[in-house]
């Protein structure tokens, strides 16, 4: 069964803190995501890589950063804590475009609140 | 400019009968592809049915089918006979272009409540 797996399921973090979300998948897949989700904006993407050590900015990579030293994991890191990232963060991985449909699969988020 | 939109924030519909979720898109790329999610109140996002800019046919999962009508820019989420467990959130989502294109791009999102 396909599983990509995110370190926590709720996260409260203080203003300035450094902030690590992990994820992991064990698909081999290529490609991995993070995005955010706010009520009435739907899910915008912060970060993406297509391989390991490689990344591209997203949408709003702003106060984000990312890192991928291995296939299976791909991390977000939150260098100094805002109450402005308070939000629900998604994981995701899928392979390559020219694997058929390219479907995405989830974690289960991380609801992550800064106080 | 809004590349996705889904206009209808909320929609219900009565147990057993189909309901039509809109979703347009924009895009100048000639080769795309078009997802839609489903996210139920626990969280998780579940793939339910993907449809490519080249399909010459309409998408179909099951109860899932999918309205593509690609001169209005449309790929509208048909579910028919709805059950209590298709109350959720669904999204509407297009990845553009081919082989070395990775961003997927979400709309904001219809929240379906299906009633008994």
Known sequence: DVKVTQSSRYLVKRTGEKVFLECVQDMDHENMFWYRQDPGLGLRLIYFSY???M??????PEGYSVSREKKERFSLILESASTNQTSMYLCASSLPIGGGNSEQFFGPGTRLTVL | ???????????????KEAVTLDCTY????????????KQPSSGEMIFLIYQGSYDQQNATEGR??????????SANLVISASQLGDSAMYFCAMREGGSG????????????????
């Open chain 1, 51 to 53: 391989d390991v050590k």
């Open chain 1, 55 to 60: 990344k591209e900015k997203g949408d709003i």
């Open chain 2, 1 to 15: 400019a809004q590349k996705i939109t889904q206009t209808q924030p909320g929609m219900f519909v009565q147990e």
């Open chain 2, 26 to 37: 924009d895009t100048s790329d000639p080769s795309y592809g078009l997802f839609w999610y």
């Open chain 2, 64 to 73: 899932y089918s999918l309205n593509f009508q690609k001169a209005r820019k």
């Open chain 2, 101 to 116: 294109t990775y961003k997927y791009i979400f709309g904001t999102g219809t929240r379906l409540k299906v009633l008994a």
